[in-house]
């Protein structure tokens, strides 16, 4: 991956809802590149000195995806080429997606519903999973967030597989991605989005 690693003049930055594998794949795929990872969420409260759900409870939605806006923003602008993985809002925000769209390149880790509930039981740490059913309510944050995640400039389907082979996907997506950009100029391309760079991690 030295290659690959060597071509990125951006990071590259995960989103998708909670339970997705933001971090998990992040970490690896860092390592796979021999990048530096950085967790949005981390790196909220290791300034505030609080969790990120502790912050969302005590300050609520508004406040805490303005801070958080402010974080991913300086994750970014100190200019590193890393690999960082967002909160499962932040890419929802208008301003921090138009940001990271034309600053870095976007993967959305989608995931199917029973996954994600599977894996956000393991702790209870997500405020918005706290009350009602798990399943419906990630149903739900999914429909209302569809269009948001779409604009990413890659999509990777992910199932039960090993974090390796979405990890493996990512790098082909990424890969196949900067070919797309060669004499297309910076920026985003103008392929960009679910279509252009959709791949399925074996199940």
Excluded: C
Aim: proline share 4%; net charge neutral.
């Amino acid at each position: 991956m030295r290659k690959l690693s060597q071509s990125l003049d951006r990071p590259i930055v995960l989103v998708g809802l909670m339970g997705a594998g933001k971090s998990t794949v992040g970490r690896r795929l860092a390592r796979r590149l021999g990048l530096p990872f950085i967790d949005s969420d981390q790196a909220i409260e290791d300034a505030a000195g609080l969790s990120a759900g502790e912050l969302f409870e005590r300050f609520g939605d508004k406040d805490f995806r303005d801070g958080e806006r402010r974080v991913v923003a300086r994750l970014v602008d100190e200019g590193d080429i890393r690999v960082i993985a967002t909160g499962g809002g932040a890419y929802v925000d208008p301003a921090t997606r138009e940001m990271l769209n034309q600053r870095a390149i976007t993967v959305w880790l989608d995931a199917p519903i029973d996954i994600l509930a599977e894996r956000t039981g393991r702790r209870d740490t997500r405020p918005l999973l706290r009350d009602g059913n798990r399943a419906r309510t990630l149903e739900r944050l999914s429909k209302e967030r569809e269009s948001a995640y779409s604009q990413a400039h890659i999509r990777i389907r992910s199932g039960e597989g090993a974090h390796r082979d979405v990890v493996d996907s990512v790098l082909e997506a990424v890969d196949a991605y900067l070919d797309s950009l060669v004499g297309a100029g910076p920026g985003p391309s103008s392929d960009s989005g679910p279509d252009a760079n959709d791949r399925s991690a074996p199940a």
